[in-house]
């Protein structure tokens, strides 16, 4: 089994990673994805996916961020692997990419905000790839 990880920058692959987005970001439409997409990319957004024998199976949405505490690094807003292929490794494969990549690229810190209801994959980001639990993130609708 051949498994490649790649940046996606067309609309094509951005639509065929719209099927494994859309099952942690539910609320999305196509429209309403591709629209914010264009927008989070004006930005400076990039998407990842991993492939295994040319199938599309995992997801990562990220983008530079430069502060006080975490100096420059990379922040994962969406990682998602396809629900038919979970537990099997795959988002594991990405996250390691990614950190590889973003050491290369001059990242100090790679960094990702995860749903407080997420038992499971705060158990993987802690216990499996040595993640610090180092804060609360909050917002508020305006």
């Given at each position: 089994m051949t498994v490649t990880i790649k940046q996606l920058t067309t609309q094509q692959e951005w639509m065929e990673a719209y099927a494994v987005m859309v099952q942690l970001r539910?609320?999305?439409?196509?429209?309403?994805?591709?629209?914010?997409?264009k927008e989070m990319m004006k930005d400076g957004y990039m998407l990842f996916a991993l492939y295994e024998n040319m199938n599309m199976l995992a997801v990562a949405g990220l983008s530079w961020r430069v502060n006080f505490y975490s100096e420059r690094h990379i922040f994962v807003y969406d990682l998602?692997?396809?629900?038919?292929y979970r537990s099997r490794g795959y988002g594991e494969k990405l996250l390691?990419?990614?950190?590889?990549?973003?050491?290369?690229?001059?990242?100090?810190?790679?960094?990702l905000e995860s749903g407080i209801q997420r038992i499971s994959a705060h158990r993987f980001y802690?216990?499996?790839l040595g993640y610090e639990k180092w804060c609360y993130s909050f917002r508020k609708v305006l």
């Open positions: 539910t609320e999305l439409t196509v429209e309403k994805y591709l629209q914010l997409l998602v692997t396809d629900e038919q390691h990419y990614l950190h590889e990549w973003g050491k290369e690229n001059g990242a100090h810190y790679i960094a802690e216990d499996q």
